[in-house]
C-alpha cells in the first residue's frame, strides 16, 4: 500500500528556517516524480515544487531561490527545505507522488506551517 | 504562472448532473492533455478523480467524467450524491510548472 507522512512542520518566525520530510512506503521515492503542493488557510491548492524520476527540480515563481526539493534514496524520503520564509508561506504543506506529470496519485496528510512572530 | 480559472460556487440537487468548468490558456491547459480533476473533503487531502483530462484511476465512481475543448476543460457529475459535496479543484501541467484552479465548492441542496 502506497503511503506518505509528512513531518517538520511548526510555527517559525519570519525569515526563519524550515526543513519538510515526506516518508514514503509501498513505492520507490527516485524512481517516481514528486512534489509538494501547499494549501494556505481557507484557500485553493498551489504547486510548489517537483523533482522529477531523472533529478531534474523546478520551482514556482513565488518560493523559487528560496526552497529547495531533494530526496534521500537510502530513506526512501522526500525532503523540502524552506528558506527566509515569509507569512505567505503560512500553509498545509503536502507531498504528492506523480503518476505523470501532473497527476497527483497519492497524498500525504499534510503537515501545517505558520511563519509568524 | 496565474491559477486556471474556476467558478467559485456550484450547487444541485441529488440525482442532477453539474458541470465544473476549468478555463487556462494556449499555454496549459490549451496545449498538454495532462488535465486532472481533485475533490477534498474538509480537513482531508485531496484525491484524484480525473487525470488526463477523462481517465479515471481505479476505484473512482463513472459517475465522475472529464472532457477538454480548446483551453477550458470540464468535470461532469452526474447522479449527483450527497458524498459529492466537497471542493474539487482542476490541474495542468504548463511545461516547467503546474497550475491549479481556485477550487470550486460545490454544494449538493
Known amino acids: 500500500e502506497v503511503q506518505l507522512v509528512e513531518t517538520g512542520g511548526g510555527l517559525i518566525q519570519p525569515g526563519g528556517s524550515l526543513r519538510l520530510s515526506c516518508a514514503a512506503s509501498g513505492f520507490t521515492v527516485s524512481t517516481n516524480h514528486m512534489s509538494w503542493v501547499r494549501q494556505a488557510p481557507g484557500k485553493g491548492l498551489e504547486w510548489v515544487s517537483v523533482?522529477?524520476?531523472?533529478?531534474?527540480?523546478y520551482y514556482a515563481d513565488s518560493v523559487k531561490g528560496r526552497f529547495t526539493i531533494s530526496r534521500d534514496n537510502s530513506k526512501n524520503t522526500l525532503y523540502l527545505q524552506m528558506n527566509s520564509l515569509r507569512a505567505e508561506d503560512t500553509a498545509v504543506y503536502y507531498c504528492a507522488r506523480l503518476y505523470d506529470f501532473s497527476s497527483f496519485d497519492h497524498w500525504g496528510q499534510g503537515t501545517l506551517v505558520t511563519v509568524s512572530s | 504562472q496565474s491559477a486556471l480559472t474556476q467558478p467559485a460556487s456550484l450547487s444541485g440537487f441529488p440525482g442532477q448532473s453539474i458541470t465544473i468548468s476549468c478555463t487556462g490558456t494556449?499555454?496549459?491547459?490549451?496545449?498538454?492533455?495532462?488535465v486532472s480533476w481533485y475533490q477534498q473533503h474538509p480537513g482531508k487531502a485531496p484525491k484524484l478523480m480525473i487525470y488526463?483530462?477523462?481517465k479515471r484511476p481505479s476505484g473512482v465512481s463513472n459517475r465522475f467524467s472529464g472532457s477538454k475543448s480548446g483551453n477550458t476543460a470540464a468535470l461532469t457529475i452526474s447522479g449527483l450524491q450527497a458524498e459529492d459535496e466537497a471542493d474539487y479543484f482542476c490541474?495542468?501541467?504548463?511545461?516547467?510548472?503546474?497550475?491549479f484552479g481556485g477550487g470550486t465548492k460545490l454544494t449538493v441542496l
Open positions: 494556449s499555454s496549459d491547459v490549451g496545449t498538454y492533455n495532462l
Open positions: 488526463e483530462v477523462s
Open positions: 523533482i522529477y524520476s531523472g533529478g531534474s527540480t
Open positions: 490541474c495542468s501541467y504548463a511545461g516547467s510548472s503546474t497550475l
